[in-house]
């Protein structure tokens, strides 16, 4: 996949050739096998990365406990696919992560440091401005379907 191609993603959505090959020099690119865990519900620790999907899907999921027993069963919020992010929630606060991602194929992802973006932001105010408020976007979309999924399933 090209830089033309990612800078159509939304949560690029505004930003110059120059802001994203800033982007890629502080992030990396990796890939995971289907099936494979990338992040753990409820972790804590220094991985506050987020990552943007290039190719591929995962899947979000909770895990949820059974009213009338102990068991605790795997509930699917969301599949992404290419352009979305996930793990995004870490540049807004460090916290428990709120789900666990697994890759639903292969995938291959931007995997981008949160530390070093905040610091880029420094530099490069414009830069920080347009990718939270592409993010804002991108979470009140999210909350949206949410809030439709949950009012379909009452």
């Known amino acids: 996949m090209n830089k033309e191609d990612i800078l ?3 949560i690029f959505e ?3 050739h120059e802001e994203l090959d800033a982007i890629f020099e502080i992030s990396e690119e990796v ?3 289907a099936g494979e865990i ?3 519900e409820s972790s804590f620790g220094a991985d506050s990365d987020f990552y943007i999907i290039l190719q591929g899907n995962v899947k979000v999921e909770l895990q949820a406990s059974q009213i009338q ?3 605790k069963v795997s509930k699917r919020l969301a599949v992404l696919k290419c352009s979305d992010v996930f793990g995004e929630m870490s540049l807004l606060g460090c916290r428990r992560r709120s789900a666990q991602v697994s890759a639903y194929s292969d995938l291959t992802a931007r995997k981008v440091d949160q530390k070093k973006l905040f610091q880029l932001f420094v530099y490069n105010p414009r830069l920080g401005y347009l990718i939270m408020r592409n993010l ?3 979470l009140s979309d999210r909350i949206m ?3 439709f999924m949950w009012r379909d399933d009452i």
Do not use: V
Request: aromatic share 10%; glycine share 4%; charged share 30%.
């Open 38 to 40: 990338i992040l753990e």
């Open 14 to 16: 505004g930003i110059i």
């Open 8 to 10: 159509k993603f939304k």
């Open 145 to 147: 379907e949410m809030n």
């Open 69 to 71: 027993s102990d068991d």
């Open 31 to 33: 890939n995971y096998n």
């Open 136 to 138: 804002a976007a991108i």
